[in-house]
């Protein structure tokens, strides 16, 4: 069972993982939507810590892309939608 706080952060994850799930994305354009300063919605660093977003260079630009453990987490959200 989940508490009723980790509720929103889930929903917000799911929100940012599909966001990246079109595809990789430039690191600035990722901060500057989902960065926040709020410790109560700590959405990039929770997405960092649970190992579901990859960094890395293309073209020498720093891109931010979704891991198979995001994609992972984001497939029983994608299922419902499509179900529903």
């Known amino acids: 069972m989940t508490t009723s706080a980790s509720d929103?952060?889930?929903a917000l994850l799911r929100d940012l993982l599909a966001w990246?799930?079109?595809g990789d994305r430039p690191y600035a354009e990722v901060m500057e939507a989902w960065r926040t300063s709020c410790p109560r919605l700590p959405v990039w660093?929770?997405?960092n810590e649970r190992g579901f977003v990859s960094r890395n260079r293309i073209d020498g630009e720093a891109m931010v892309g979704l891991t198979e453990t995001g994609r992972r987490f984001l497939a029983?959200?994608?299922s419902l939608e499509n179900h529903g």
Do not use: G, I, N, V
Request: proline content about 17%; hydrophobic content about 35%.
């Open 76 to 78: 029983p959200a994608s």
């Open 20 to 22: 990246l799930s079109c």
């Open 45 to 47: 660093e929770e997405a």
């Open 8 to 10: 929103p952060l889930d």
